[in-house]
C-alpha cells in the first residue's frame, strides 16, 4: 500500500449516507465509493436509490428519515450498526418566514434535520467506539452560522447540526471516532430548485463567492474523503465550509 493509499483508502470501511440518492448526499457517496467504502444508501426515492446504486456499486434502502418509526428501524439496522462512516445528508427546508411556519413544517424540519442525525449518530456511534475508529459528517449549511432567505427553522437546525458535531466529537474522539461539520455554499440540488427558480437568484448568489460560481456535488468529494479516512484522526468537532469562499466574501 502506498503511502497515500494508507492515508486517505477506504477499503475496507462501511459508509451510510442518508440522502444518498441526489444532490450532495449522492455526490458523497460516489466518492466514498470510489475511494473503497462499502456505501450504504438511504433516501426516500426506491427509484432513484437503484440507479445511483448501480452507477457506484452500492446497496440501498428506502427509508424517511423524518419518520421516527422508520428512523428507529434504521438505527438498529445492520448497515447502522456496522457502519464505520456515518453521513447524514437528508435535508428538508421549507422556507416560510418564521413567522408563518406551520406545526407540520417545524416537526418536519427538525426531525429530518436534527432528529435523524442525534438518533443515528448515537445508534453508530458507540459502536464505531468499541471497535476504535469511525467517522462522522453532518451537514450544514451557509444559515448554521448566517441568517438570510427564510432561514427559519430550517437555520435552526442547521446552527444545532454544528453543536451535535462538537458535542459527538467530545463524546467519542478519545476512542477514534471523529465527527465534522461540512458547509455547503449553494448548491443546485432538488432541495435548493425553489431559489434556482427565482430570476436572478442563482447568478447573485454566484458573485458572493471569490470563485465566481456556485458549487456542484462534486466539489464535496475530496473534504469527503478526507474526513472519512485515517487522514483526519486529529480533525474534530470542526465546522468546515466547501463554499467557494460564499462564507467570507
Avoid at 459502536?127 to 449549511?141: C, D, T
Avoid at 455547503?184 to 434556482?196: E, I, K, S, W
Wanted: net charge negative.
Amino acid at each position: 500500500m502506498s503511502y497515500l493509499d494508507d492515508l486517505f483508502s477506504l477499503e475496507a470501511l462501511n459508509a451510510v449516507v442518508t440522502g444518498g440518492s441526489s444532490g450532495i448526499g449522492r455526490g458523497i457517496a460516489t466518492a466514498l465509493a470510489g475511494a473503497g467504502a462499502s456505501v450504504h444508501l438511504v433516501a426516500r426515492d426506491a427509484d432513484k436509490l437503484a440507479t445511483v446504486a448501480a452507477e457506484i456499486g452500492a446497496t440501498w434502502e428506502v427509508c424517511d428519515v423524518g419518520d421516527a418509526n422508520a428512523l428507529a428501524n434504521l438505527a438498529v439496522g445492520a448497515a447502522v450498526q456496522h457502519a464505520d462512516i456515518l453521513v447524514t445528508c437528508a435535508g428538508v427546508n421549507h422556507r416560510p418566514p418564521l413567522a408563518d411556519t406551520s406545526e407540520e413544517q417545524y416537526a418536519e424540519t427538525m426531525a429530518v434535520n436534527l432528529e435523524a442525525p442525534y438518533r443515528l449518530g448515537q445508534a453508530a456511534g458507540p459502536r464505531m467506539a468499541e471497535r476504535g475508529y469511525g467517522r462522522i459528517l453532518n451537514i450544514g449549511s451557509q444559515q448554521s452560522w448566517s441568517a438570510f432567505g427564510n432561514s427559519g427553522v430550517y437555520g435552526v437546525t442547521k446552527a444545532a447540526v454544528t453543536g451535535l458535531s462538537r458535542s459527538q466529537a467530545e463524546a467519542w474522539s478519545r476512542s477514534g471516532v471523529t465527527a465534522n461539520t461540512i458547509v455547503p455554499g449553494f448548491v443546485v440540488t432538488p432541495m435548493t430548485l425553489p431559489t434556482v427558480a427565482e430570476p436572478g437568484r442563482e447568478e447573485a448568489l454566484a458573485t458572493r463567492t471569490f470563485v465566481g460560481r456556485n458549487g456542484v456535488p462534486e466539489d464535496f468529494a475530496g473534504l469527503a474523503v478526507f474526513l472519512a479516512s485515517r487522514a483526519s484522526g486529529f480533525v474534530t468537532g470542526q465546522t468546515i465550509a466547501a463554499d467557494g469562499g460564499f462564507s467570507v466574501h
